[in-house]
């Protein structure tokens, strides 16, 4: 499954995934016959990038969170 598109996170692909939306609504034969690949692809490109700078900002944030409990244990054991 694949999350909601249309959320307060994936504001920068926003515009690209409104020109997929608008190619949607062009009917059936217009997707079944690959003329919003394009769109389509840009869209997943761009979700993949948005994805990869949320891993890095979530590593980042587990590391410090990792150094501050190591630190705290630290003290824990010296002051006993």
Do not use: Q, Y
């Not at 630190?71 to 824990?76: G, P, R, S, V």
């Amino acid at each position: 499954m694949h999350p909601h598109l249309h959320t307060k996170d994936n504001t920068a692909c926003e515009e690209i995934m409104t020109a997929l939306e608008e190619c949607h609504t062009r009917g059936f034969l217009w997707k079944s016959m690959g003329m919003c690949n394009e769109a389509k692809d840009k869209v997943t490109l761009c979700l993949r990038a948005e994805r990869i700078k949320r891993t890095t900002a979530n590593r980042e944030a587990a590391k410090v969170k990792r150094e501050k409990v190591k630190k705290a244990w630290t003290e824990i054991e010296e002051n006993s």
